[in-house]
């Protein structure tokens, strides 16, 4: 049973055309859910941290929200450096505290 | 600049070869973590490590193994036991398990089996 689903799969998008990411979770318990950004054959870097339901987190154009079962990123008038491959993980409370990462949604920005 | 350092970039493994893959951090985080990442698959865990000369099993353990010597140092080990190794494998550290700020992740290597 997956833990971690992100959508879409694949995303194109022109230059200042708005759009969401999605990441949905099912998790006894969250004790937090983690945005990453992960370009071609480089190592995912960290983005945000939410806790709980109603929580919102901005760096630039990227804009995170929390709800009970999902996530959701937000990328207000996207350009082209933005394009990568965007991961959602969440950290699950209990023994083990696990870790469970999404496939990723692969966001290409075109001129 | 601190920062995690996984070396090599690329590996090649001919078959029933031993490899080690290297990462080493100089963040002074505590735990350690390795990942392997597979085309359409989220990231899956390896080993990990929260403490010196301490490690633990991850969901897909088998043919892998550790060592954790030193706080800087978890090198990973690729066996001939592994059947399917060729992937792109990710080393990350965290202050701890409860880390706020997720893992720091290095550059990852690169592993074909020629």
């Known amino acids: 049973e997956d833990q971690v689903t992100q959508s879409p799969e694949a995303l194109r998008l022109q230059e200042g055309e708005s759009s969401s990411l999605n990441c949905s979770y099912t998790?006894?318990?969250?004790?937090?859910l983690f945005w990453y950004r992960q370009d071609p054959g480089k190592g995912p870097e960290f983005l945000f941290t939410?806790?709980?339901a109603g929580e919102e987190k901005e760096k630039e154009r990227l804009k995170a929200t929390l709800t009970k079962k999902e996530s959701f990123l937000h990328i207000t008038a996207p350009k082209p450096e933005d394009s990568a491959t965007y991961l959602c993980?969440?950290?699950?409370?209990?023994?083990?505290?696990?870790?469970?990462f999404g496939t990723g949604t692969s966001l290409t920005v075109i001129p | 600049d601190g920062g995690i350092t996984q070396s090599p970039k690329y590996l090649f493994r001919k078959e029933g070869q031993n490899v080690t893959l290297s990462c080493e951090q100089n963040?002074?985080?505590?735990?350690m973590y390795w990942y392997r990442q597979d085309p359409g698959q989220g990231l899956r865990l390896i080993y990990y490590?929260?403490?010196?000369?301490?490690?633990q099993k991850g969901d897909i353990a088998e043919g892998y193994s550790v060592s954790r010597e030193k706080k800087e140092s978890f090198p990973l080990t690729v066996t001939s036991a592994q059947k399917n190794p060729t992937a792109f494998y990710l080393c990350?550290?965290?202050?701890?398990?409860?880390?706020?700020?997720?893992?720091?992740f290095g550059s990852g290597t690169r592993l074909t089996v020629v």
């Open positions: 939410l806790y709980s």
């Open positions: 993980a969440v950290q699950e409370l209990g023994p083990g505290n696990q870790f469970y």
């Open positions: 990350a550290s965290s202050t701890g398990f409860w880390s706020n700020y997720g893992y720091t």
């Open positions: 490590s929260q403490i010196v000369n301490d490690f």
């Open positions: 998790v006894s318990g969250l004790r937090g």
């Open positions: 963040l002074n985080h505590d735990a």
